[in-house]
């Protein structure tokens, strides 16, 4: 885990990100679904070249993310932190790690992944919540029965645990898409 870090990073891309100028239509439309609803990251704009697919990752991945009620998002952004780490996607795991501390005040529950990895010390509801995402992200078939039970008995609801696989699914898919299609670098030293 020495490689992951809470410092903004930024990601270059392999492929020349769509120019906000030479936008179709249909590409700025696209965009409009964006979290932010406003920032245009290269990433946005490299996927903006399949306005379609975009748009439909994007309000898929918004609705997991950020829709009302269900499994708390401090709890969305620990399970995409881990499968984020497990899938050694550096620039996603700066992003929820700083996302999980500011929801959930617990710079210590980062510090403790980065320092000494999802075996370190953990209390028992987030070291649940650690196990049941890394199995999750290694092999979904892996992960187990028991595990399931160990969040239900540390007071989740059987929809917080579907909210919580739908995260750590999106990351698996998230996290691969974006080492296919760029890299993290320093924030600042992106040069497109």
């Known amino acids: 885990m020495a490689a992951f870090t809470v410092k903004a990073l930024a990601w270059q891309p392999y492929l020349e990100p769509l120019a906000m100028e030479d936008a179709t239509p249909a590409q700025l439309e696209a965009m409009q679904v964006t979290p ?5 990251s290269p990433y946005v704009r490299t996927l903006a070249h399949d306005p379609e697919s975009y748009a439909a990752r994007t309000v898929l991945y918004n609705q997991i993310m950020y829709d009302e ?13 881990v499968a984020s780490a497990v899938n ?6 700066s992003v929820h790690a700083r996302r999980y501390d500011r929801l959930s005040g617990r710079n210590d529950v980062v510090k403790e ?6 075996d370190g010390t953990f209390e028992p509801k ?14 979904p078939a892996g992960a187990t ?6 969040l239900l008995d ?3 609801s059987t929809s917080d645990v579907s909210d919580l696989i739908h995260a750590v699914s999106i990351f698996g898919w998230a996290n691969r898409l974006m080492h296919v299609l760029g890299h993290a670098v320093p924030a600042g030293t992106a040069t497109k």
């Not at 009620?69 to 932190?81: V, Y």
């Not at 992944?113 to 999802?118: F, N, S």
């Not at 987030?126 to 092999?139: E, G, K, N, W, Y």
Request: proline share 0%; net charge positive.
């Open 126 to 139: 987030i070291r649940a919540v650690i196990d049941f995402s890394r199995a999750l992200t290694q092999t």
């Open 145 to 150: 029965r028991a595990q399931v039970q160990a």
């Open 113 to 118: 992944l980065y320092t000494r990895g999802m």
């Open 69 to 81: 009620g269900g499994l708390s998002n401090e709890w969305r952004e620990l399970g995409a932190l």
């Open 36 to 40: 932010s609803g406003g920032k245009v």
């Open 88 to 93: 050694k996607c550096v620039y996603c795991a």
């Open 154 to 156: 540390h007071g989740f």
